[in-house]
């Protein structure tokens, strides 16, 4: 059984940094496209991050604050989120993909407020 598990998300004032962690069960992590997206209410879900192997993109919004990274012994992915600004608040999703399997994990909510 595939299980994608996001932690790390939480409250952290404007300027704060959080890391969010995906950790994959049931896949041969290494052989998979990883992203993060986000949703917020009444919005489609956005892609945020993406990483294939040592390639990466971002969303304009996130480039220079975010990092995706991966970690193939630990088979979890990692979104390091610097500088955050109020409207990086959503739920943050972690997505696997390979051919035509896709997978999600519940998400996680991460709200930037003083």
């Known amino acids: 059984q595939v299980q994608l598990v996001e932690s790390g998300g939480g409250l952290v004032q404007p300027g704060g940094s959080l890391t969010l962690s995906c950790a994959a069960s049931g896949i041969i992590f290494s052989n998979y496209v990883m992203a993060w997206y986000r949703q917020v209410p009444g919005k489609q879900r956005e892609l945020v991050a993406i990483r294939s192997g040592r390639y990466t993109n971002y969303a304009d919004s996130v480039k220079a604050r975010f990092t995706i990274s991966g970690d193939n012994d630990k088979n979890t992915e990692y979104l390091q989120m610097n500088a955050l600004k109020p409207e990086d608040t959503a739920v943050y999703y972690c997505?696997?993909?390979?051919?035509?399997?896709?997978?999600w994990g519940q998400g996680t909510q991460v709200t930037v407020s003083s």
């Open positions: 997505n696997a993909k390979y051919g035509g399997l896709e997978y």
